[in-house]
Every structure is written in C-alpha cells, then in structure tokens.
C-alpha cells in the first residue's frame, strides 16, 4: 500500500460541480411545491389523478436513479472522462419536458375534474422529466467520491451544496408566491377565473426561466470537472453482463450501516414532500394569506435556512456528521409538535403568525441543513466499503474501487427517497380529493403527520456508525 496524494475540489471548482445542485433543485423544488397548486387548483385536475402524477415520477426516478448509477459506474472512460458525459445526454429531454409540464395543451373542464387528455399529458411529461432528470442528478452526485477524497473536503462540497440548494428554494418559492400575491382570490384561482388566468401567465414563464437556468448550471460544471485521472488509472474496462450488473446494484443494500441510512432518507424524503405539497394550501387556507401576507412565507424561509446553515455548519465541526444530525432531527421534531395549535380556530391572528414563524421557520431550516450531514455520510460509506474490497483485492486502487461502487450507492439511495416522494404524494392526494382540497383541519393534520416520519428516523439515525477519519492510502 503506497500513500497517494488524494484529490480534492478546489477554488472554482467547487462552485462549478456544486452548480449543479442549484439548477436542478431550482426546478425540483418548484415542480415540488407548487405543481400540486397549479394542477389541482388552477387545471382543474382531481388531486388523486395529480398524486398519481407525482408518483409516476418518483417510481421512474427511483427506477433511473439506480440504473443510471450502474450505467455510470460501468462506462467505459474516454477522452472526455467517464461519468461527466452522460450528463450531456439527458439535457435536452429534460429541458424540453421541464417546460411543457407547465403549459399543458388542455385544461379539464370545470364539471370534470377526471379529464382524461389532461391527466395522461401531465402523466406522460412528468415521466419523461423524472427519466432524464433522474439520470443527470445520479450522474452528478455519484461524481462526489471520485472528485473529493478527503473527509472534509466532502463536508466543504455539501455546505455549497447546500447553500446552493437553499438558495434554490428561495427563488423557487419567492417567484411563485409573488404571483400569489398579485391574486384578488388566491382561494379560488380555476383557469376560468380571473385570479386563475394570471396563474397561467407567469407559471409558465418562471418554468422557462427555471429551466433555461438549469441548463446553464450543467454546463458549468460539465466544463469544472477533470476527469483525466480515469485515463491515468484505468488500465482495462471490464465489461459487465446483466447479471453482474444487478448484483452491483444489490450491493449497497447489504451494507448493514447503509441500509439504517436509506431508512431515515426514505422517512425524511416523505415528510420533506408533504411539506412541499401542503405548505401553499397551508397558507391559504388555515393561514387565510392574502396578497403580499405569502412574502411572509418567503421572509421566514430565507431566514431561517441561512441562518441555521450557518448554525449547523459550526455545530458540525465540533459534534461530528451523525451527532449533528441527530440534534438537527430532534429540534426539527419538536417544531413540527407546534403545529397542533392550528387546529384551534380561534387562536389569535397574531399566536398563529408567531407559531409559524417558529415552527415552519425552524422546519424548513432544519430540512435544508440535512444536506450537510447526508452528502459526507454516504460518501463516508462509500470510501470504507472502497477500502474494505482494496484489503480483498490486493490488486484494485482506491480509485478503481470507488469508480465501480459509488453510482451504485447513490443510486440505490436515490431509488429509496423517490420512493419515499411517491408514498407521500398518495397519501397527500388521497387525503386532500374532492371538497378536502379546501379543508383547513386535514390540510394542518397533513402537516402534522411529519412528527411521525421523524420520531421512526431518530432510532435509526443514532444507530448508523461511519468513519469520520480520511482514507490514507490507496495501492
């Protein structure tokens, strides 16, 4: 074993592989909140066929994410490297369906909320988006261990990852709410309607805008990552059957401390969805917000989230990746009891703004922090099951033993939060159909059924054990 210098992101660098994050959670995080709202509330569209939507998503995402992990775990390397260039082949899909998501060619009729047309285009387009999205976000994370070898320059990569994706959030959020507030009647916005007509004409907009931004990112870090060190170390391309190819696909799931960790992203990913599905009928209808009372909405998540980015980058430094997370999870759970206070009617205007603020500010905080925990600890995982297979095989690299691993592993975790996504999706619009769409209790019981979600992810969190030290070595 022979001590090599291991690589890290630097300088522009960092920002250029981090851009990434922002375009595509830009457009998640949009298609997240607010295609639920647009769907049912403006097009019409009964919440159960919209929640089929969203799941269909979420399966052929977690589907993709696994494959696509392989696939890129597989690739032979060329003179353009080996995982950036599969990001170029989803690009074009991905933009093209990322904008007609928002401008569906029918609406359904206001005596028929099943149209059939409208639920198999938004059907349809939601799939295509989820196929090659998926492929470009797996692509790009499962770059991470390859790139940045070094325990805390992975911890340095998800604090840009997560700046970027809470900076994200706010535009994603702000833009959308910001024509909620230009509504007379945000509570009955049907394309017929007047507030309803101004709904389709800036939604549609901000998704070109989104998606043209996401595009722009991609390529700035097509053209930020070096991947020559492939043609450096890659002696011979093993080619791998099918058979072999969904065994490495099993792989991961028989890592015992990388299972406990796909159970809490699966538990978390659920309760992040029904945040992003409920937190607009929220505001409209337990909050009543009218006008420019839903920037308040945007004041409090800016607020928050970079506040407490800031606060659990110095906790981490001193508490370590899994006793920040825990403390993170625990905080987060106690805000989320806050909500019971808005099933009481005749709570004070002021109380229920106060509780808002403390408890969906310190939510949303918490939830966008969990990136700087999630990122290193899975690429934590990753270097100690590389360097366990180098103890095995006295003749594999570290580099070499991380190429074949690490789209498998983020893969197989992207497989379990979609999966996460689309169990929160059903629930949410089996709850949420017909006359419930506008029911203020269910709404804020939604809400509240995080608290669960998070109470089942503590035992298994506390359970996860990593190696915090960085790799020394490699043959």
């Known amino acids: 074993m022979n001590a090599v210098k291991l690589r890290k992101l630097k300088g522009i660098r960092v920002i250029g592989y981090t851009a990434t994050t922002l375009g595509m959670f830009l ?12 769907y049912v509330y403006t097009i019409n569209l009964d919440s159960i066929f919209v929640s089929i939507g969203v799941s269909i998503n979420a399966f052929v995402a977690a589907i993709v994410s696994i494959i696509s992990g392989v696939v890129a775990d597989n690739k032979k390397p060329n003179k353009l490297g080996k995982r950036r260039v599969l990001m ?7 933009f093209l369906a990322t904008i007609l998501i928002w401008n569906p060619p029918w609406y359904c009729p206001p005596d028929n909320q099943l149209f059939l047309p409208t639920a198999l285009f938004f059907w349809t387009i939601t799939m295509i988006r989820a196929l090659s999205g998926s492929f470009i976000l797996t692509v790009h994370t499962s770059m991470l261990p390859e790139q940045s070898q070094t325990h805390q320059n992975r911890e340095k990569i998800a604090s840009w990852n997560t700046f970027f994706s809470i900076t994200a959030s706010v535009f994603s959020l702000m833009l959308p709410l910001l024509v909620q507030s230009l509504l007379e009647d945000p509570q009955n916005v049907k394309w017929w309607q007047p507030s309803g007509k101004i709904v389709l004409l800036y939604v549609p907009l901000i998704g070109f805008l989104f998606a043209s931004l996401g595009i722009l990112t991609m390529l700035f870090t097509f053209f930020s990552v070096d991947e020559s060190f492939h043609a450096r170390a890659t002696k011979s391309h093993e080619k791998r059957s099918i058979k072999k190819s969904f065994k490495q696909m099993l792989k991961p799931a028989r890592n015992k401390e990388f299972k406990k960790f796909l159970i809490v992203r699966f538990l978390h990913s659920s309760a992040g969805k029904i945040l992003g599905i409920v937190i607009i009928p929220f505001l409209t209808y337990t909050l009543k917000f009218k006008e420019t009372e839903f920037l308040l909405y945007v004041l409090v998540s800016i607020t928050s989230k970079y506040c407490l980015l800031y606060l659990w980058k110095k906790i981490l430094n001193r508490k370590g990746l899994i006793s920040s997370y825990f403390i993170s999870v625990e905080i987060t759970l106690g805000a989320t009891f806050l909500i019971i206070f808005f099933l009481f009617e005749d709570l004070a205007f002021w109380l229920k703004i106060f509780i808002f603020v403390v408890s969906i500010g310190t939510i949303l905080g918490n939830m966008y922090a969990f990136g700087l925990f999630t ?15 180098m103890l095995i095989k006295m003749d594999i690299s570290l580099d070499s033993s991380i190429s074949q691993i690490s789209g498998s592993y983020f893969g197989l975790q992207g497989f379990i939060e979609a999966v996460g996504i689309a169990f929160a999706s059903l629930l949410i619009g089996f709850i949420l159909t017909g006359e419930n769409q506008k029911n203020a209790s269910l709404i804020t019981l939604c809400l509240l059924s995080m608290s669960l979600f998070y ?13 915090n030290r960085t790799p020394l070595s490699s043959k």
Do not use: C, R
């Open 375 to 389: 990122t290193p600890i899975t690429g934590a995982l990753i270097h100690d099951e590389a360097e366990k297979t």
């Open 88 to 94: 170029l082949y989803g690009m074009p899909i991905w």
């Open 455 to 467: 109470i089942i992810s503590l035992f298994f969190l506390k359970k996860i054990k990593i190696n």
């Open 27 to 38: 457009n998640n995080i949009f298609f997240s909140v607010f295609i639920f709202q647009f």
